[in-house]
């Protein structure tokens, strides 16, 4: 009965300390990216595109996949460009303050910048007022970024 109790406490213990443990400032599950998908194709395909590790580049502390030479290369030159906001998480989530992960087909790009969201779901919540969940997230980014 006591080594149960121990194991159940030291569990929620464990949970309890993982819902605070830092997360990387890029949305990097595995090491990738993304997830693997290619930020560049998002703005020349219209669509996510899953990259190839044949096509990988490292950049702040994540893998980039690329579908193709081309794409890998246009990031070298500009990543700032292609990168999604808040690091790949969620724009919604990063209005409210905090980082989540995404989905490859809930994105949107406006004003020249990707943006990713949970879900369909959530991107359509996001997607009622865009401009301000933005300002919100925007402020909130720079804080939460190293958490």
């Keep these: 009965?006591?080594?149960?109790?121990?194991?159940?406490?030291?569990?929620?213990?464990?949970?309890?300390?993982s819902l605070f443990a830092q997360k990387p400032a890029v949305f990097s599950p595995g090491g990738k990216a993304l997830n693997g998908y290619d930020p560049v194709a998002y703005f020349t395909e219209g669509r996510p595109v899953r990259g190839e590790s044949a096509y990988a580049v490292q950049w702040q502390g994540a893998t980039w996949h690329f579908a193709n030479a081309q794409h890998r290369d246009a990031f070298r030159a500009d990543p700032e460009r292609y990168a999604p906001q808040y690091g790949g998480y969620c724009?919604?989530?990063?209005?409210?303050?905090?980082?989540?992960?995404?989905?490859?087909?809930?994105?949107?790009?406006?004003?020249?910048?990707?943006?990713?969201?949970?879900?369909?779901?959530?991107?359509?919540?996001?997607?009622?007022?865009?401009?301000?969940?933005?300002?919100?997230?925007?402020?909130?980014?720079?804080?939460?970024?190293?958490?």
């Design 1 to 17: 009965m006591r080594a149960t109790r121990f194991s159940f406490t030291c569990l929620c213990l464990f949970s309890v300390l």
């Design 91 to 147: 724009a919604y989530g990063m209005s409210r303050g905090y980082k989540a992960p995404t989905e490859a087909d809930a994105w949107t790009i406006l004003d020249g910048k990707l943006y990713l969201n949970y879900n369909q779901k959530v991107r359509t919540e996001w997607d009622k007022d865009r401009g301000g969940y933005i300002r919100k997230a925007d402020e909130n980014w720079p804080q939460v970024k190293s958490r």
